[in-house]
């Protein structure tokens, strides 16, 4: 069997909190608890969820940004906490990240042609100024920039442009894996399409493999090919995008999915998946976290809180009443004709 590109194990993010005048301990935010994941090679898994559920603190985690508090990444089967700062900046050309807003993630004192040169003369081992040049250009072309906009700057480029810099940036140093952090939430509906086609095409191209972050479903239904819900930190379901979409097993994952608005769908006709707001992610739950916001609950959600268990070939969920659930209650994402 193929081995995971990356594999977390019990990957753990907790940001302290301290108070008073000496800064004392008063606990903590739970941005990431527990989280297990493989990610195979050429492999595209989305994480979606409600904003502040912790996908983009997970991501920046896996790939270093962030100090883990616990549990162990490893990228092609080495752990990089065991690496020292040399070897990890090494390492760091293997997998990069384009996140979401173009315009704050692109210096605008900087041309196109030098942003895109940049990371080479971060990480480009001393190559000469021509080989730096036909990187550059071969990148550009790939990613659909134009030789003439080499000399713009980020301000004279569209929303769309400007975010195939930021691909472009991912991938001149020729990663394996990219991290993508709401890569097209910023941009137009006409544009999202074409950014994701291109992301697809490089995908192929370049045998490259994908963290996919977004709380957009129908885009992560468009792109990803396994999919992880979080909820306050954890992974409460986990599988082939379809069978998720189609018969979700966990009831936030049912709700998530039923808000989703349709070419035939009307907002009086959606029912009450969800109530409430997401408690505090500073509190420590006794029992399921998702409890009081579930249309389902029983006691036996009280006692502790449930782990991933099968639900299906490859298909995870986490919830005590998995099986409690009619298939009619488990909405699907899309009507057929929406599917396309």
């Keep these: 069997m193929t081995r995971p590109l990356v594999q977390v194990r019990n990957l753990t993010k907790h940001f302290p909190i301290r108070s008073g005048l000496f800064g004392r301990p008063a606990g903590a935010v739970r941005a990431v608890t527990d989280l297990n994941l493989d990610i195979y090679p050429g ?75 940049e990371p080479l003369l971060i990480h480009g081992d001393k190559l000469s100024k021509k080989r730096r040049r036909e990187l550059v250009r071969e990148t550009a072309r790939r990613v659909g920039i134009q030789t003439e906009h080499l000399k713009r700057y980020p301000r004279e480029l569209s929303g769309g442009e400007q975010q195939r810099v930021c691909v472009a940036r991912a991938l001149v140093l020729k990663p394996k894996f990219l991290m993508l952090d709401e890569p097209t939430s910023a941009l137009d509906v006409s544009v999202q399409a074409r950014v994701l086609d291109l992301l697809l095409k490089l995908r192929e191209e370049l045998n490259l493999t994908y963290l996919f972050i977004s709380h957009d479903a129908a885009v992560v239904r468009f792109i990803a090919d396994r999919v992880g819900i979080m909820y306050l930190g954890r992974l409460v379901e986990l599988g082939p995008t379809e069978d998720v979409f ?14 989703v608005l349709t070419t035939t769908s009307r907002i009086g006709d959606k029912k009450l998946l969800l109530q409430g707001s997401p408690p505090s992610p500073r509190l420590v739950f006794q029992g399921c976290a998702f409890r009081e916001r ?22 995870l969920a986490a919830c005590w009443r998995h099986g409690t659930v009619s298939p009619e209650e488990s909405p699907g994402a899309f009507p057929e004709e929406d599917r396309q």
Excluded: W
């Excluded at 996908?55 to 092609?76: D, H, M, V």
């Excluded at 020292?84 to 050309?93: I, M, P, Q, T, Y």
């Excluded at 966990?250 to 709700?255: E, G, I, V």
């Design 246 to 259: 189609s018969s979700p097993c966990h009831p936030y994952t049912q709700a998530l999915i039923h808000s």
């Design 43 to 117: 492999e595209i898994v989305a994480l979606m969820g409600e904003s502040g559920c912790g996908k983009t603190t997970c991501g920046l985690t896996i790939l270093q940004l962030l100090e883990k508090s616990g549990g162990s990444i490893q990228f092609e089967g080495v752990d990089l906490a065991s690496m020292g700062k040399a070897e990890l900046r090494r390492s760091r050309r293997n997998f990069q990240v384009i996140f979401q807003n173009p315009q704050e993630a692109l210096d605008p004192l900087m041309t196109v042609y030098r942003l895109i040169e």
């Design 294 to 315: 579930c249309v389902r609950k029983g006691e036996e959600c009280r006692p502790e809180a449930p782990q991933l268990v099968e639900v299906g070939p490859n298909h």
